[in-house]
């Protein structure tokens, strides 16, 4: 096995974040007492709400700011967030549906070899960290992509970026740096 062959991984997104809003006041204690599935967070000032279809849970604040999580696509997102809207819509509020954003993608992804972390730290500083007694993974951020990624010694690495093509392309510019620091079997 060499990196220039493509090598299929699976990049299994975990969770995405949107935001929208609603350009409109939303009254807490009506979702609270009317609504479903919902749970009121009257110190932090927020509702939380959880859809069953897609599964979303979305935390709705009185300005009408609503950040919606648990998603495993885009596309999800965005009909989980519709959905959402429509409900309060429902409620009685005049939710007009805008400024709808992914503002994070995890993903999670495991590679077929296991990885040589302090090898690999050494090879790509000041941009990789590791430091084992706080935590068990490597840490390696691409400013340009806004992404980070996690690479535990397994093989196995989380990745954080703003939308689903940017961690693709993480995986790709990481992929040969991992590659070279693989653990080879006797």
């Known amino acids: 096995m060499d990196p ?3 090598v299929a991984l699976d990049i299994i997104i975990t969770n995405v974040v949107a935001t929208f809003r609603t350009r409109c006041h939303l009254n807490l204690r009506t979702i609270a007492l009317e609504g479903l599935n919902v749970i009121y967070k009257p110190e932090v000032g ?20 609503i950040i919606c999580t648990g998603a495993t696509s885009e596309e999800d997102a965005k009909a ?19 400024a709808f954003k992914v503002v994070n993608v995890l993903a999670v992804c495991s590679l077929p070899f296991q990885i040589h972390l302090i090898q690999f730290t050494k090879n790509n500083r000041p941009i990789a960290s590791y430091e084992p007694e706080l935590h068990p993974a490597a840490s390696y951020r691409i400013k340009q992509l806004r992404a980070t990624i996690q690479i535990f ?4 690495i989380t990745l954080t970026g703003p939308d689903v093509q940017t ?9 040969p740096l991992l590659f070279e620091c693989r653990k080879i079997k006797h």
């Open 153 to 156: 010694s397994t093989g196995s």
């Open 167 to 175: 961690v693709a392309t993480a995986v790709e510019q990481i992929y």
């Open 80 to 98: 989980g967030a519709r959905r959402l809207a429509r409900v309060l819509q429902k409620l009685g509020f005049k939710v007009r549906f805008s």
């Open 46 to 65: 927020k509702v939380l709400m959880k859809l069953r279809k897609p599964k979303i849970t979305a935390s709705i604040w009185s300005s009408g700011k």
């Open 4 to 6: 220039g062959n493509d």
